[in-house]
């Protein structure tokens, strides 16, 4: 089956600091791709729609400038948690639209967050 | 936001019963899809289900969905304790929004 990668899996830095994660479909192609964030013991929760080669559309409480997204080729979207704080701890997971269906999604296996 | 509702939150069951998960979500659908997901982990794929389907069979696994409704509902049955994880449903229209979750325990 289709295969999502995200690096890193884990990533935990300082506060103030700026974290880019990266997400990967492997053998596909992906014109859409969404971020989710999952909170401990909580569902996961639509962030962002990443279109390749234009802006993101993000969802109603969510800080654009904060999480910046860039989906610059078919294959590739990256998240960036810009001057990251505790509260940004959290476990974020991508999917991956494959490109000319409109219901076959693909997730990532997560990136686990934490900002000391 | 979340598309839906999940019930119960949580449930615990002894190895060998069955497990019943409902799901009900708010908007139009272009299909369901239920998930598994073990603490700290992935989201694993069960099933998935379309607007025009109304049950759907993946080994032990039972989905039915009820457009009129606007709900599912997940039957594992002969449950065992690797069952034990969070199950989500997800509604696809665009995009996928996640409802709340059911915690399942099965006690060996």
């Known amino acids: 089956g289709a295969v999502v990668s995200q690096h890193p899996s884990r990533v935990i830095c300082k506060s103030g600091t700026s974290v880019k994660i990266e997400c990967r479909s492997l053998d596909f192609q992906a014109t859409t791709m969404f971020w989710y964030r999952q909170f401990p013991k909580q569902s996961l929760m639509l962030m962002a729609t990443?279109?390749?080669?234009?802006?993101?559309?993000?969802e109603q409480g969510v800080e654009k400038d904060k999480f910046l997204i860039n989906h610059a080729s078919l294959t590739l979207s990256t998240l960036t948690v810009t001057s990251a704080h505790p509260e940004d701890s959290s476990f974020y997971i991508c999917s991956a639209l494959l490109a000319g269906s409109t219901d076959t999604q693909y997730f990532g296996p997560g990136t686990r967050l934490t900002v000391l | 936001s979340q598309q839906g509702e999940e019930d119960p939150q949580a449930l615990s069951i002894q190895e060998g019963e069955n497990a019943t998960m409902n799901c009900s979500y708010k908007t139009s659908i272009n299909n369901l899809q239920w998930y598994r997901q073990n603490s700290g982990r992935g989201l694993v794929h069960l099933i998935l289900i379309r607007s025009n389907e109304r049950e759907k069979h993946s080994g032990r696994l039972r989905v039915t969905l009820d457009t009129s409704k606007k709900s599912s509902s997940l039957l594992i049955t002969a449950s065992r304790a690797a069952d034990t994880a969070s199950y989500f449903c997800?509604?696809?229209?665009?995009?996928?929004?996640f409802g709340a979750g059911t915690r399942l325990t099965v006690k060996p």
């Open positions: 990443s279109n390749e080669g234009s802006k993101a559309t993000y």
């Open positions: 997800a509604t696809f229209n665009n995009d996928m929004r």
